[in-house]
């Protein structure tokens, strides 16, 4: 597949998770669950310790997604990268985007090796869906 095939793949998803999701609005964690929201795609954070972000409630790891999320956007250190994607691939979750910055190689082969749909070239969701600040 192209990366744009991959990216089409992606947001056909019926819902998204956010590992990595922020409170905090100047981090990427927070933008891409905003950007997720401007597009009016479903989304869920997921974080170990809040209890919401941007108004929507948090699960504490990929393990708690709901069933319906097939696409996960990735925007942790990169040793966290490599256990999410193990979770992701244990939950049946297809769809991995690396976040530039999150990527580490041996996530990437993971993803690979267990035939998933990952994004980790260096392309960004904000840039795909024209993220924008209020």
């Known amino acids: 597949m192209t990366i744009d095939q991959q990216i089409k ?8 998770g956010v590992v ?29 310790s809040e ?11 990929v393990a708690d997604l ?7 956007s990735i925007i942790t250190p990169p040793k966290v990268t490599e256990k999410v994607v193990e979770q992701a691939a244990a939950k049946g979750i297809r769809n991995i985007w690396m976040q530039p910055g ?15 749909n990952v994004i980790a070239d260096g392309s960004c969701l904000l840039v795909v869906l024209h993220y924008h600040e209020h």
Do not use: M, W
């Open 66 to 72: 709901p069933e319906g999320v097939s696409s996960i």
């Open 20 to 48: 990595g999701a922020s409170t905090n609005p100047d981090k990427y964690g927070n933008k891409i669950l905003r950007c997720y929201q401007q597009n009016d795609y479903p989304v869920i954070p997921v974080h170990p």
């Open 51 to 61: 209890t919401q972000v941007e108004g929507v409630d948090c699960v504490a790891s």
């Open 102 to 116: 999150a990527e580490s190689p041996a996530a990437v082969k993971y993803c690979e090796d267990q035939g998933l």
């Open 9 to 16: 793949q992606f947001l056909a998803a019926p819902a998204f």
